[in-house]
């Protein structure tokens, strides 16, 4: 299967799915990355081989998987239990954790204010992700900004629901987007 960077180069829509619904729209789309927003641990392995059979790559976010604590060790048990191809996750130790063991990462960011804004560099610089992905995804400005400061590449995600908003994010200088619109997965 592709590296998911070559994916999001042919197909920038990613699929967030926060419920059983979802990823079977997801499934069903064109989408060929996978954000798993929902399960614990023991919904999870099941829910990652169902994406991994349908051939497209399943990315596990960590911070919202319910039984899994916020420490390293948890990538170690997710890595073993359900071999997903990435992770997501707010948290720098497990980024790094999960880069040592050959996952993909995406660390997200909330830009709430200029605070935030300002910690992204030392945030990613701590994690040192594959991808960031800031919130909400519809702040065009914010984006290009973001993308002219950092040399990790952005995913724009939350709040996306129209193809202008994909195509505003994707013009400002995002290589991706991620929403849980359903609507957007097949443009």
Not at 150 to 166: F, N, R, T, Y
Request: hydrophobic share 50%; glycine share 6%; with cysteine.
């Amino acid at each position: 299967m592709p590296a998911a960077k070559d994916i999001l180069l042919d197909c920038p829509i990613i699929a967030a799915v926060k419920n059983d619904s979802d990823l079977e729209e997801a499934l069903r789309s064109e989408c060929q990355i996978v954000f798993l927003l929902y399960g614990n641990l023991v919904t999870v392995d099941a829910l990652v081989q169902k994406i991994r059979r349908r051939k497209k790559l399943a990315i596990v976010h960590m911070d919202l998987i319910d039984g899994l604590s916020s420490r390293e060790i948890a990538v170690d048990g997710l890595a073993k239990l359900c071999r997903p191809d990435g992770i997501i996750s707010t948290r720098a130790a497990q980024i790094r954790r999960a880069r040592q063991l050959g996952l993909f990462t995406v660390q997200r960011a909330f830009i709430l204010d200029s605070l935030s804004l300002e910690s992204l560099g030392a945030q990613l610089e701590a994690g040192k992700p594959d991808f960031v992905e800031i919130l909400p995804g519809i702040m065009p400005r914010i984006i290009r900004e973001i993308t002219e400061k950092i040399s990790v590449p952005l995913i724009a995600g939350g709040l996306i629901q129209h193809k202008q908003e994909v195509l505003q994010a994707l013009d400002a200088g995002a290589v991706a987007v991620s929403t849980t619109c359903q609507a957007v997965w097949n443009m």
